[in-house]
């Protein structure tokens, strides 16, 4: 089983940038596919972006298109979302999830495993 944890959120101005990281323990993230999701208040939880097991394949929400990319860094099982030119829409909480083997979703009940959230807001 896999454990994840996020971190990297805050408080930013409107065209700023941040960079979320997903730090897994208890197994290597590289047998998974995984995921960044996002919630708002009264909204429900929507896909952000997706990066499959093999790094092969990448998908990203179109509200997020060319200003949000996810990597990986194997040797540090860790998963990152660099997210730049943020919008005050942006403002959610972000949670990495996980899903073994090479597919990675872009729906969220699909996904095995979830870090506890960071928040990120954007200020206009």
């Known amino acids: 089983q896999v454990q994840l944890v996020e971190s990297g959120g805050g408080l930013v101005q409107a065209g700023g940038s941040l960079r979320l990281a997903c730090t897994a323990s208890?197994?290597?993230?590289?047998?998974?596919?995984v995921g960044w999701f996002r919630q708002a208040p009264t909204k429900e939880r929507e896909f952000v972006s997706v990066?499959?097991?093999?790094?092969?394949?990448?998908s990203y929400a179109d509200s997020v298109k060319g200003r949000f990319t996810i990597s990986r860094d194997n040797r540090k099982n860790t998963v990152y979302l660099q997210m730049n030119s943020l919008k005050p829409e942006d403002t959610a909480v972000y949670y990495c999830?996980?899903?073994?083997?090479?597919?990675?979703?872009?729906?969220?009940?699909?996904?095995?495993?979830w870090g506890q959230g960071t928040q990120v807001t954007v200020s206009s």
């Open positions: 208890g197994r290597a993230l590289n047998n998974y596919g």
């Open positions: 999830a996980a899903r073994p083997g090479e597919y990675a979703s872009q729906l969220h009940r699909e996904y095995n495993y």
């Open positions: 990066l499959s097991r093999s790094g092969a394949r990448t």
